[in-house]
């Protein structure tokens, strides 16, 4: 499993939009990037997979240049609600048995 | 929501006593998990199972065992609860592995509190 790093937390008003990004230096050849996202009391819940270029859903953009070696989560205009701890997950399906492994992720606070 | 439920959601018990959490699942996933979630330290896997009677060791899995005698039930046995245990555990289930999963659901938590 690719070892990734980003940043333990992050402060923004609301209406701004947010970048987390996620360093990813020895991703291999078939590993995707997926983010999850934590709300206070809850498990986390997939938001987004990306292998690479950009990928756009309701929630979120993810954004993987080239080299693959980072990746950056954009949450556009947030809002109170979006206040979590976001994960990022570097990986393939696994051979054998591999299990579903989360770091400490970076905690996200929105601020009126 | 996918039908996962964890057992009991909240407890309180004394150090040296021994405690089962249960996850149970109506979606006949192959994979379930043990986390644990404390400040500063993000989710932390304890223990997973990848079949019924197949499981692994996570990253903190010592203090705890874990059964799966069934594809619908996987428990969590602290033999001796301590104080470190105190922590809100999570339960996960997946159709496969892997970090390329897009299909991991959760429970809802289950605190628990070793006095």
């Known amino acids: 499993l690719a070892k990734t790093t980003q940043p333990i937390s992050m402060d923004s008003y609301e209406g701004q939009e947010v970048n987390i990004t996620c360093s990813h230096n020895?991703?291999?050849?078939?590993?995707?990037i997926t983010w999850y996202q934590q709300f206070p009391s809850q498990g986390p819940r997939f938001i987004i997979q990306?292998?690479?270029t950009k990928v756009t859903n309701e929630v979120a953009s993810l954004f993987i240049p080239a080299d693959r070696k980072s990746s950056t989560l954009s949450l556009p205009r947030v809002s109170l609600s979006d206040t979590a701890v976001y994960y990022c997950?570097?990986?393939?399906?696994?051979?054998?048995?591999?299990?579903?492994?989360f770091g400490k992720g970076t905690r996200l606070s929105v601020i009126a | 929501d996918a039908g996962i439920t964890q057992s009991p959601r909240h407890k309180v018990t004394e150090t040296g006593t021994p405690v089962t959490l249960r996850c149970h699942q109506t979606?006949?996933?192959?994979?379930m998990y043990w986390y644990r979630q404390d400040p500063g330290h993000g989710l932390r896997l304890i223990h997973y199972?990848?079949?019924?009677?197949?499981?692994d060791k996570g990253e903190v899995s010592d203090g705890y065992s874990v059964s799966r005698s069934k594809t619908e039930d996987f428990l969590l046995t602290l033999e001796s609860a301590t104080s470190s245990q105190t922590s809100v555990y999570f339960c996960?289930?997946?159709?496969?592995?892997?970090?390329?999963?897009?299909?991991?659901?959760f429970g809802q938590g289950t605190r628990l509190t070793v006095v």
């Open positions: 199972s990848y079949g019924v009677k197949d499981t």
């Open positions: 979606e006949n996933h192959r994979y």
């Open positions: 020895n991703i291999a050849t078939n590993d995707y």
């Open positions: 996960a289930i997946s159709d496969r592995g892997g970090a390329r999963n897009t299909e991991a659901f």
């Open positions: 990306g292998y690479k």
């Open positions: 997950l570097v990986g393939d399906i696994g051979s054998g048995n591999t299990p579903l492994v």
